[in-house]
Structure formats: structure tokens, C-alpha cells
């Protein structure tokens, strides 16, 4: 139930909408769901950025990188798999891993000089803020609910296919020394068989 009170972060209203998935369904105009505050129109348009980091020496390692392939992949396994995508709350979540995310090096410092270790939140001149779960399931379309990942498996089955995977994994080093995200896709996509499902929810996870 969304807290539509004077101290809820969120609001109900209706609006017209556009499908972040499907890009051939029209625009409807239904109720949806608003992080606060919003605004309809604004005083003035914000000013550019005048962040520099030329004094600074930042690598910025890991995070999400687009990868060639993968959109095409999603697209194949779509129509078989959705429906279980959706029942398990990730269809959002994998649909947003094929968007190509540019990072803004000098905004991701600008920022990192407001966050406070003591209390895990930006400080910003009109108060604090910080990044949570509710975020996540807005922004990203991930779910919060459920096992986590790191859970032991413990079913038959799922014994089995770790098995299976980690023969294949075992055999892809062999040939490729690096088991990179490239290889494992490459090894599994278009096999048809319920492996290649598994083994595409194993790297869109490792991919997060």
C-alpha cells in the first residue's frame, strides 16, 4: 500500500504514461505511482555543473557496463521466459540491464563530497538524503523480496544444475583461460534448452 499522506515519499495520482518496456504501446493515461517532491513547473532551469577533478587521481572500477550481445539475448528468451521473469519480480529489473548507462564522473565526486560515513546519507543544503530499497524497486525495477543469492542450494535440482555449470565453467577456462562475461554468453545463447536459461540469469545476476 503506498503512503499517500503529507509524510509519505510517495504519491498517487493519474497521469499519462509511457511504457519504459514496450515501445510501441501508446501512452495511457492511468494511475501511477510519484516519488515527492514534484513539481509541474520550474522557476528557473538549474545551472551546469562546475565540478573539476583535474587534481584528482579516480579510477572508477567494476560497476555496470553495456555489453554487446546481451540486449539481443534478453530479446530471445523474452517470449519464452517473461511470464516467469514477471512471476519472480526480476522482468523489470532484467529489461533495465539492457539500457546503456553513461557515468558522470565529475557528478558521482560532486556527490561523494556530501556523503557522511557515520550516518550513510548525502548532506545537501535543504536536508538529508540517502539511496534505499524503495529506490531500487523504482529506479532499477529490482526486487527486495525473496532469498538471498547467497542462500546454500539445497533442492536436488538445483544441486544438479550448479554441477552443470560449474562443468562448464571448468571447460570454458580451459580453452579461454578467462571466464569473462563475453565467454560464458557466447558459450550458452541460443542452445535452447533450460541450461541457457539458467546460465542467463546467472550472468545478468553477476552482472548487477
Not at 516519488?35 to 579516480?58: A, D, Q
Request: net charge neutral; charged share 25%; with cysteine.
Amino acid at each position: 500500500m503506498v503512503d499517500s499522506s503529507e509524510f509519505g515519499i510517495m504519491e498517487e495520482r493519474e497521469e499519462v504514461m509511457v511504457s519504459s518496456v514496450d515501445e510501441e504501446v501508446k501512452p495511457i493515461f492511468r494511475v501511477a505511482h510519484f516519488l515527492k517532491p514534484t513539481t509541474k513547473k520550474l522557476p528557473f532551469l538549474p545551472s551546469r555543473l562546475k565540478i573539476s577533478c583535474s587534481s584528482l587521481k579516480v579510477q572508477f572500477r567494476g560497476g555496470f557496463s553495456y555489453m554487446k550481445g546481451w540486449s539481443k539475448w534478453v530479446d530471445e528468451l523474452k517470449p519464452l521466459h517473461q511470464e516467469i521473469w514477471k512471476k519472480a519480480g526480476i522482468f523489470e529489473g532484467i529489461i533495465a540491464s539492457t539500457f546503456k548507462i553513461y557515468r558522470h564522473s565529475d557528478l558521482i565526486l560532486a556527490l561523494a563530497e556530501r556523503w557522511c560515513l557515520e550516518t550513510n546519507t548525502f548532506i545537501l543544503p535543504w536536508g538529508e538524503a540517502t539511496i534505499t530499497l524503495e529506490d531500487m524497486v523504482v529506479l532499477g525495477g529490482f526486487s527486495v523480496l525473496g532469498h538471498s543469492v547467497l542462500k546454500p542450494v539445497k533442492t536436488k535440482d538445483s544441486v544438479d544444475i550448479e554441477k552443470a555449470l560449474c562443468e562448464v565453467h571448468k571447460d570454458i577456462r580451459v580453452r579461454k583461460t578467462n571466464v569473462g562475461h563475453h565467454a560464458w554468453m557466447e558459450h550458452f545463447a541460443g542452445r535452447g534448452d533450460h541450461l541457457e536459461h539458467v546460465a542467463f540469469l546467472t550472468l545478468w545476476l553477476s552482472r548487477l
